[in-house]
């Protein structure tokens, strides 16, 4: 909630939205870099540009890595950026906030991972995905073989939300992602189930979030969503609570997506599981 409310506050400060090219998002990504280096991380921009309305703009994702081998790399990421409509609370400051948690919580419990943890905050997601594939395309076929996964978190904190894990197994919407996105799906199911936490699957969409560059370029993807403008089913409200036949998220990409478009127990809950799963493939022996 403390990154949150800095999030938010930057908004306000920056006409209300922190939306890729503005001076919004050059705030948040200063909290998200004194954030990282707060706890031990030494977090880089990794620039590039695209064309809006006939003029180039120049942004950035932020990448920040634990130690660990490289060559056994799992991108763990988010996007940064608004849409210009609102501040972007929940879509997704609240990914964001996982991902600090979960950096600073590595750092702070002296965790070692055998493998290298690369925390992403994409820039430009709600212009095209334009972050997370620009760090894609970037990749040589070697650094594309060593990445061994990506998590995404995009929207976690949904005010009629429910706890939605990627099907990567295709079990449910046969929609099969590359070979071990069944493994991952199946470890954050593993953490919710030991936690007495209900869960349904959710689709990969096609151009949906930051997952989509990763899947299309073979590399096992998972991640956490708490869903945005569908309706809550009758079924969902047996299993998470919440009002029927409303939004996931009534204020989603609008410029109520503030501080009070937050439920703070799933926050908790989706932070949770990123951390296991997380840590669970930083310390996944390899064989020799
Ligand atoms: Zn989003």
């Known amino acids: 909630m403390k990154h949150l409310e800095a999030l938010q506050k930057v908004a306000d400060g920056a006409g209300g939205n922190r939306a890729s090219g503005t001076s919004g998002y050059e705030a948040s990504a200063r909290y998200v870099e004194e954030q990282l280096r707060a706890a031990g991380y030494k977090p880089v921009r990794q620039v590039f540009t695209y064309r809006d309305d006939d003029a180039d703009v120049e942004t950035f994702n932020i990448l920040a890595d634990t130690a660990g081998d490289p060559t056994h790399t799992i991108v763990v990421g988010g996007h940064l950026d608004s849409v210009r409509r609102g501040p972007g609370i929940n879509d997704n400051g609240s990914g964001v906030a996982a991902l600090l948690e979960t950096a600073r919580w590595i750092t702070e419990t002296g965790i070692q991972p055998k493998n290298r943890v690369r925390f992403a905050f994409w820039g430009a997601e709600e212009v095209d995905l334009l972050g997370s594939k620009h760090y894609v395309d970037s990749l040589s076929i070697q650094e594309n073989t060593q990445t061994m996964l990506n998590l995404n978190l995009d929207m976690v904190a949904s005010p009629n939300g429910g706890r939605f894990v990627h099907d990567g197994d295709g079990s449910s919407f046969g929609v099969v992602g590359p070979a071990g996105s069944d493994v991952i799906e199946r470890t954050f199911l593993d953490y919710f189930a030991q936690n007495g936490l209900a869960t349904e699957p959710t689709e990969f969409e096609d151009g949906d979030s930051d997952y989509d560059p ?40 609008r410029a109520c997506d503030d501080i009070s ?7 908790h809950e989706m932070a949770g599981a990123l951390g296991y799963v997380t840590v669970a493939f930083a310390m996944l022996p390899r064989p020799d």
């Open 261 to 267: 478009n937050i439920d703070r127990q799933l926050l």
């Open 214 to 253: 990763f899947l299309k370029a073979g590399i096992p993807s998972g991640g956490l969503f708490t869903g945005d403008e569908d309706g809550k089913t009758a079924e969902q409200v047996q299993e998470f609570g919440g009002v029927e036949n409303n939004e996931h998220d009534p204020c989603y990409h």
